[in-house]
């Protein structure tokens, strides 16, 4: 076992170290710690890899004990190698940044903005946003609206948000 996990490490070192270098950058330290205390909790056999054992004692914990096999090869077979913790951070942050690209969000909000004004009143959408779907709670919504620009008549630039949602804050210059 040791083996076959060493052998695929053999010869990728410099790719690796390239991707991890990356990977790393685009997450916050805290954001780091965070996937590193989930993988020390997924890795249940601490050997620095995440396995479909693993797996199957992670959803043990949680109570789920009837998953089957095939599930689990296909979330193993998400990723292009064994699951370290590189190859997870690289997991998640394919995941994070290919789920709602600017323009998915834009069109979401431009649904809600049949006027085409580019702004949606503040306590519109945060009823929406506490009524709908996932419920977000209040304490979520007034977090949210702390990177959205809000106008003197309670309007918020839906389009400024998209762009922070999916790029980071604006940085001021």
């Known amino acids: 076992m040791a083996s076959r996990k060493t052998k695929k490490k053999e010869g990728g070192?410099?790719?690796?170290?390239?991707a991890s270098s990356n990977v790393?950058?685009?997450?916050?330290?805290?954001?780091?710690?965070?996937?590193?205390?989930?993988?020390?909790?997924?890795?249940?056999?601490?050997?620095?890899f995440i396995d479909k054992e693993d797996l199957k004692d992670t959803y043990a914990s949680l109570?789920?004990?009837?998953?089957?096999?095939d599930e689990l090869d296909a979330m193993l077979k998400e990723a292009s190698g064994?699951?370290?913790?590189t190859m997870f951070l690289n997991m998640f942050g394919a995941?994070?940044?290919g789920t709602d690209a600017e323009e998915t969000i834009?069109?979401?909000?431009k649904m809600l903005d049949p006027d085409g004004k580019g702004s949606i009143n503040k306590d519109y959408i945060k009823r929406l946003l506490m009524s709908q779907a996932d419920?977000?709670?209040?304490?979520?919504?007034?977090?949210?609206?702390?990177?959205?620009?809000?106008d003197a008549a309670g309007n918020l630039?839906?389009?400024?948000?998209?762009?922070v949602l999916t790029h980071g804050e604006e940085k001021e210059e």
């Not at 064994?82 to 913790?85: G, R, S, T």
């Not at 630039?157 to 762009?163: E, N, P």
């Open 157 to 163: 630039d839906y389009k400024a948000l998209s762009y």
């Open 95 to 97: 995941k994070l940044t």
């Open 106 to 109: 834009l069109n979401a909000f």
């Open 24 to 48: 790393f950058s685009n997450f916050e330290q805290t954001q780091i710690q965070e996937f590193k205390e989930a993988f020390t909790l997924m890795d249940q056999n601490r050997d620095g």
């Open 13 to 18: 070192g410099l790719r690796a170290q390239r």
């Open 82 to 85: 064994p699951i370290n913790f």
């Open 63 to 69: 109570g789920k004990t009837n998953i089957k096999d």
């Open 135 to 150: 419920k977000m709670t209040a304490e979520e919504v007034d977090q949210m609206f702390q990177f959205a620009t809000i």
